[in-house]
């Protein structure tokens, strides 16, 4: 496997070379000169089109870009991702998180089908559902069931140690009619399991749980023990059993059309060529404006109030896997890598934080997700791309109303929120992460950033510090 490092590549250098060409382009020109330009910058997978025409980039940049993929190692290093060979190699383990929606794996089978039984059942008996995990066992089915709920089961999660999140997440609940799932891979996490325990101190008598530390769940004395294998990562793992309290809100059939979204962007992810191929252009295109245009941030924009959790979610997937500073094989690395990412939903980001991004010092690349939910919502979406493109230069205005473009974005087209979008959706952000981590050599599956803080915070607690 190549683990080489990618500033020693050809085409990073190309790349560095020919980004010098682009210092004096602005968008403005560029799309009024090329009207051919959003046929010939967008491409489509399952259900979507991404159009990426209001990138700084031409014909040659992509064929570079595709050209580093290839340099750094990309197939190879996908084929072993899907095999489920240990590509997390700092912890031995594989990320294997496209084996939770193949079909090929048997204990992933025999867990689904636990979960079409124990699904139905639960939306019958209790009147409250409340998740219990953080990270990874919190964002995923968070966002899910915010999205996709249909009603008919009040589903709550609680993922702060602030007993406050957990007493939000018990308004009106009775004890009875409560089921808490405690989702934990480890089980030892610090703020799961104190929630867990006020759980049971606040009289919760249902519990169950998901997690690779059974022998520990069943000693918390959870009623049903669901798995979590040790290869898949906390933030990939919501296509498993973590994602019980989301099937419980949306349905397990839906939940299964979630599962479908994901496995039709997974054949896309490995069977298109890279510039056609719509993961491994977003991620591309994010090294292009990270490593070689110099933004710092980027910014996530979904068109929906359903899909609101979103940029909460990507911070996590995004910022968890890819804000490393090392590379595979230990040295600091001499480039940028993961941008800080955020976001919120349009509109109301548009009256929040898009002032800086229309006039702002910083430069901010841009993800617009429109789902075609109304005429206001994509004239909307398509409007900020635009104006962010295209600035104004009209110089009888006062400097304070000019607007200079040529800010970066790209748009992903989905045709509704429904669960096989939302599973398309997810999808493709983990290839993207996947793919940057492929280019910028490093180990986009483990987490050791997060560690010192905790081991403090236990000492502090210890009263050792
Ligand atoms: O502290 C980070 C982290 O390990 C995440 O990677 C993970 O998603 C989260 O904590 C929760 O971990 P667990 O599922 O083991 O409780």
Redesign the pocket.
Known sequence: MNTTTPVDTKAWADLAHHAESWRNVHLRELMAGDPSRSAQFATHAPGLRYDYSRQRLGGMTVRLLARLAEQRGFREWRQALFSGQAVNDTEDRAAWHTELRSGNSKEVLQTLDRMRRLVPAIRKTYKRVVNL?????DLGPRLLADALSDGRLDVRFAANIDPKDLERALEGAQPETTLFIV???????QE?MANAMAAKAWGGKHFYAVTANTKEAQGFGALEVLPMWDWV???FSVWSAVGLAAACAMGFERFEEFLAGGREIDAHFLDAEIEENVPALMALIGVWNTNFLGASTHVVLPYSNAVRLLPMYLQ?LEM?SNGKRTDREGREVGYATCPVVWGLEGTVSQHSFHQLLHQGTQVVPADFIDFGLSRELTANCLAQADALALGTHDTALPPHRRYPGNRPSSVLFFDGVNPRNLGRLIALYEHKVFTQGVVWNINSFD?WG?ELG?QMAKDILKGAR
């Open positions: 995990g953080t990270g990874g066992s989702v934990s891979k480890t089980f030892t996490t799961t990562g906390g933030r996590q968890e987490q997060v905790k």
